[in-house]
Nanobody, 117 residues
């Protein structure tokens, strides 16, 4: 069982920045990938960014050039630096960890990000 603890959401004006953090329990060598998804009201959950154990990253087109995902392997922590935020970035952001040989996915409880215009 992997526990995820998220932090860093909040309210920010358009053009501002926020940094999300997610700390995972468990064996760091069993974490295959860590990432962030988001879900806005009335919309499906979507991938924002992910980073593999080897450091490869993938971003949604809508956030490329504005968001940066990084991880501290020693602390099993993934970060999402969000710059130049837009009102359409408003959503609940969920941390996701892909773990173990079964590639099981664990989810955080979600953190609200609200960008005012």
């Amino acid at each position: 069982q992997v526990q995820l603890v998220e932090s860093g959401g909040g309210l920010v004006q358009a053009g501002g920045s926020l940094r999300l953090s997610c700390a995972a329990s468990g064996d760091r060598l069993s974490i295959n990938a860590m990432g962030w998804y988001r879900q806005a009201p009335g919309k499906p959950r979507e991938l924002v960014a992910l980073i593999t154990r080897g450091g490869n990253t993938n971003y949604a087109d809508s956030v490329k050039g504005r968001f940066t995902i990084s991880r501290d392997n020693a602390k099993n922590t993934v970060f999402l630096q969000m710059n130049s935020l837009k009102p359409e970035d408003t959503a609940v952001y969920y941390c996701n960890v892909v773990y173990g040989s079964s590639w099981y996915e664990y989810w955080g409880q979600g953190t609200q990000v609200t960008v005012s215009s």
